[in-house]
């Protein structure tokens, strides 16, 4: 739980490194690049444990990675509209998208403190983003983004279970490598930056972001629930306001006020997923209970 502590804080701050980064290279460039780091990175240390990866872990990480490829290509496209503070905000409600997919994909029953978070999200999500009566581009980008973050989110913690993590990783940062070079290609693809800062963006997202951050992330969803991952990685909008105050990005009241009901829904969400533990956790005799049980009756 604190390596995942830990990625989201690294996420967290790669709003402002990726809004840098994207004024200075193309969006999908930078996207095929990153990611081309990231997995020349695994490929490096572990090379073994990619060789064992067979047809169905490509399979899954492919799917995977279409996901992931375009969370990460929406959400950069949306930095070119909005603030990378307000980005956060929204890309957080992936959180309330976790559980609702859940129900809706997984036949699981959606309680009233799931819709209750809801509610409140999308309460939060008004204020920070409407304009009047509209909604920005870049707002409906992120939006997408985190509609994409959840799919990914619960097609990791179906598949990662009994797996290695490390493999999956791999084959999800292929396959978006792969994509989004292809799809740079008619522009004219150029996977070197053209200056320090855009190395730097790239790097640090590469090696940190998504090389090390989606290993901790596959490894902790074979230990925790896809609910919970998600809940845990709602801290990442908190870490990007507080580099936003440092980075001089402040929120109006009106958007502070919507991120605070954003952060109370995930929460309410939180709240939601401690008592859903609890009471399978009661429900579920332990060997202990089994035995003396047993011992009674006899």
Do not use: H
């Amino acid at each position: 739980m604190v390596l995942l502590v830990g990625v989201t804080a690294v996420w967290g701050s790669t709003f402002f490194v990726i809004q840098e980064s994207t004024r200075r290279m193309p969006v999908i460039d930078f996207v095929a690049a990153r990611f081309t780091v990231g997995a020349l990175v695994l490929a490096v240390l572990r090379p073994r444990a990619l060789l064992s990866l067979n047809a169905a872990g490509w399979a899954r990480g492919l799917v995977l990675g279409l996901a992931l490829g375009a969370s990460y290509t929406l959400q950069v496209f949306g930095l070119q509209y909005t603030s990378a503070t307000v980005s956060a905000f929204v890309t957080g409600m992936f959180v309330v998208f976790t559980p609702l997919l859940s129900a809706l994909v997984l036949r699981q029953r959606i309680t009233s403190m799931t819709w209750a978070g809801t509610v409140l999200a999308l309460a939060g999500l008004g204020l920070l983003t409407l304009r009047g009566f509209s909604i920005g581009p870049g707002e409906l980008l992120t939006l997408g983004c985190a509609l994409c973050i959840a799919l990914q989110i619960l097609g990791t913690g179906a598949w990662a279970a009994g797996r290695d993590p490390y493999g999956l990783a791999f084959a999800q940062m292929v396959a978006v490598s792969v994509g989004a070079s292809c799809a740079a290609i008619p522009a004219g693809l150029d996977l070197v930056p053209p200056d320090s800062a855009s190395w730097f963006g790239v790097l640090w997202t590469g090696v940190l972001a998504t090389a090390a951050a989606l290993v901790i992330q596959t490894w902790a969803q074979t230990k925790l629930s896809a609910e919970r991952v998600a809940v845990i990685m709602t801290l990442e909008p908190a870490f990007a306001a507080l580099f936003g105050l440092s980075a001089g990005q402040l929120l109006s009241a009106q958007q502070a006020i919507g991120s605070v009901l954003v952060l109370v829904a995930m929460l309410v969400v939180e709240l939601r997923s401690d008592r859903s533990a609890d009471t399978e956790a009661a429900a579920t005799p332990t060997r202990d209970t089994k035995r003396a049980s047993s011992v009674t009756s006899s």
